[in-house]
């Protein structure tokens, strides 16, 4: 049942390259994103005022990375909130306000009660979920479903990333019905989406390399995540990912945040996982790495093959991902992330597949 593999996590990780194919593929046809379940007029996107996205966990991570992605596609407003947030925040939601709600399992209660708050307040609800049929693919008023098939390991990884496309997809589709996308930039962005899977299986074909680097880092007590932009967002589920199946203390920062008070836990031999793969901010990441360099940190770095060079200079040990475009860097940079967190939970004889305290639908508030 685990083909092959000792956990179902590292069968899950194994399956992305399939799963993202199969979630994306069956919707472009001849270079076109074309999403048949949707229903949106051009009138009624033309109309939205603002996206809330909505959910929990990961699927929140997923969220962070859609704001990036979405404003920079559609020119409105994403506001990322956690569903167990919401309900309790008065948020401003009006008829011209979409809710996007992200979950796997479908049933997670604070994200099905915080879609319920946003729809008896008015917004229309578009929801991504994994389970068929589930609650919130019931009560949503349009439901785009990943085809990640059924996820057993806890901790979820290939459900994180069939989220991610279709968020990619969605933002395609709606920008394209707004103008907001020039054909060019469309037809890149589709070509890209198109090479993913064969990308994912060339970083899967290196896991070596990671787990080499887990067995030097494992040991490491504290560790931290930092990067910009959709870095940031990766590193948020890089550092999830590592925590609840490691056990180890992590946390993940907005990279210039770190000055402004965290850099003061930075001692020598702590660990800092810098992501830098987005190349329009990678020397300013790359200026924070020299901060916690200087301050004792061993760094493990995560970049795109062509700017591995610049980075190995300063890092202790370098990670990388093929090129792509920027908007789908995350695709392949969470991919290092879980396979990192798997080593290092291996390597401490961890429970893997059910971590304590976890469950892996979550129906209580
Ligand atoms: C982390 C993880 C959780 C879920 C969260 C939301 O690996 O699996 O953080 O992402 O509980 O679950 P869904 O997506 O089912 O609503």
């Known amino acids: 049942e685990k083909g092959g593999y000792e956990h179902f996590m590292l069968k899950e990780i194994m399956e992305q390259p399939k799963a993202f194919h199969d979630t994306v593929s069956p919707r472009i046809r001849e270079g076109k994103v074309v999403l048949d379940e949707l229903t949106f007029t051009p009138e009624y996107l033309r109309n939205l005022e603002k996206i809330y996205v909505i959910a929990c966990g990961s699927s929140y991570h997923v969220g962070m990375a859609a704001k990036y992605t979405l404003e920079k596609l559609l020119r409105k407003p994403v506001e990322v909130t956690l569903a167990s947030e919401f309900r309790y925040c008065d948020p401003i939601v009006t008829e011209r306000t979409l809710a996007l709600v992200i979950s796997q399992s479908g049933e997670t209660i604070d994200t099905l009660a915080a879609m319920r708050e946003a729809k008896r307040l008015g917004a229309r609800v578009l929801s991504i979920v994994n389970v068929v049929g589930s609650t919130i693919a019931r009560e949503s008023d349009d439901v785009l479903y990943t085809w990640a098939g059924p996820e057993i390991a806890v901790a979820t990884t ?135 360099k200087s301050r004792g940190a061993d760094v493990l770095g995560l970049t795109t093959a062509d700017l591995e060079a610049d980075m190995a200079s300063v890092v202790n040990h370098t990670l990388t991902v093929p090129q792509t475009h920027p908007m789908l860097l995350p695709s392949l940079d969470v991919v290092p992330m879980q396979l990192f967190a798997y080593y290092v939970a291996l390597m401490h004889g961890c429970d893997i597949d059910k971590p304590r305290n976890l469950a892996k639908s979550v129906t209580v508030e």
């Open 158 to 292: 290939k459900a994180y990333s069939t989220q991610l496309a279709l968020i990619y997809l969605i933002g395609l589709s709606f920008a394209e019905t707004l103008g907001t996308i020039t054909p060019q930039a469309y037809d890149a962005i589709v070509d890209e989406l198109r090479r993913i899977p064969e990308k994912l299986t060339e970083i899967l074909n290196h896991r070596e390399r990671i787990q080499y680097l887990a067995s030097i880092y494992f040991n490491h007590p504290s560790v931290f995540f930092i990067g910009r932009n959709v870095d940031y967002a990766v590193g948020l589920e890089g550092s999830l990912k590592l925590k609840e199946i490691s056990y180890l203390h992590s946390e993940a920062y907005a990279a210039g945040e770190l000055k402004h008070g965290t850099i003061s836990l930075i001692e020598p031999g702590t660990l800092v996982v810098a992501l830098a793969s987005y190349a329009p901010l990678f020397e300013k990441t790359m200026s924070n790495v020299v901060e916690v």
